[in-house]
């Protein structure tokens, strides 16, 4: 292929320059070899002379020309020697004693000393308090954070442990337990749409309820179907019929329970109102969400409110007369303190 004048100056330049960089490097690697051939004929002749030395006072009269033995740094225990016994029970470091060193033996670990070093140590030493940085400045406080949020996690875990415990426990139980879990994987929910996508019924409703379902994220802590024969006051949807009640349970600890419980009722109030229209509960009684809100404060007892949620959920759970119920409620209320106190930064 034919060149243009320009290039073939271009080409001939980058292999002269080509050229000049090889040439470089045989001459480097030359002067290396030689450097490395002088070093090992420098070293043979020492060898070979052993009264040649390589520290010359003259040249450098800073370097020293002999070891110096640190006898205080070598100290150890030893029966024969009964002056540095005494010396090392006594106590090091000393300064009057000429021991100013701050490495301590062993042995001074484990005797007491009989005289304080501390006003010594001061006349001669002055410390100055450095400036940290701000990582080191912030480093606690992100490990305190940590920490916290370590402990909250653990106490949230074992109080849900302990309510679907205490429910699944109780003398009718829960069934369909789910815990954190957002509308649209509730199972028995998932098998009403199936049904309804395959029958030929056809309305308005169905349709809007299960985009509603399935758009919503709201996940609460316990989910559970209890048997009842009994209506509540909660009860939204009261029938005088003996059917399955939908519990929604959320729990959580707050160091102002009464507004946590308030904002935690609103938050899931529209669960109810999905569910109400939808074909999934048509056999279902349903309550407000019920919060169970724990004191963050070690020592102090349950909020009100959620004692009486305790006492509605005793109602519905658990047969037998009121000392019975009550003998329920204070089991589960004592369980919940008891993992507030140990789980606790306050």
Not at 109 to 119: R, V
Not at 178 to 202: K, R
């Amino acid at each position: 292929v034919g060149l243009s004048g320009d290039e073939l100056k271009l080409r001939n330049m980058m292999k002269v320059s080509q050229r000049s960089r090889n040439r470089t490097r045989g001459k480097n690697k030359i002067t290396k070899r030689k450097r490395e051939e002088q070093r090992r004929a420098q070293s043979i002749e020492n060898i070979n002379n052993p009264d040649s030395n390589i520290y010359d006072d003259n040249q450098d009269p800073e370097i020293p020309t002999e070891l110096l033995r640190v006898e205080q740094l070598l100290a150890t225990i030893d029966p024969q020697n009964e002056k540095r016994t005494q010396i090392i029970h006594e106590g090091l470091p000393n300064l009057e004693q000429g021991f100013p060193s701050d490495h301590l033996p062993v042995g001074i670990l484990l005797s007491p000393a009989s005289t304080s070093t501390s006003t010594s140590v001061s006349n001669t030493l002055a410390f100055e308090s450095l400036p940290m940085p701000n990582t080191a400045q912030t480093h606690p406080r992100k490990v305190m954070k940590d920490i916290e949020a370590h402990v909250s996690r653990q106490r949230h875990e074992h109080l849900v442990k302990a309510m679907v415990s205490w429910i699944k426990g109780s003398d009718i139980g829960v069934r369909n337990v789910i815990l954190d879990a957002p509308l649209h994987d509730w199972p028995w929910l998932q098998s009403c749409f199936l049904q309804n996508s395959d029958s030929n019924e056809q309305t308005d409703m169905i349709p809007k309820t299960e985009t509603k379902i399935v758009n919503s994220k709201r996940a609460p802590d316990i989910v559970g179907i209890a048997q009842t024969s009994q209506s509540s006051a909660v009860n939204v949807n009261a029938s005088s019929s003996s059917r399955d009640t939908l519990l929604v349970l959320e729990i959580t600890t707050s160091q102002s329970p009464e507004a946590m419980i308030i904002q935690k009722r609103e938050k899931y109030s529209d669960i109810v109102t999905i569910l109400q229209s939808s074909s999934a509960t048509n056999d279902l009684d349903l309550w407000e969400p019920i919060v169970i809100c724990v004191d963050e404060l070690k020592g102090s007892p349950l909020p009100l409110a959620t004692v009486k949620s305790l006492e509605l959920l005793a109602d519905l759970l658990f047969d037998g007369d009121g000392d019975q119920r009550s003998s329920a409620v204070t089991e589960i209320a004592m369980r919940l303190l008891q993992i507030r106190e140990h789980w606790s930064t306050q």
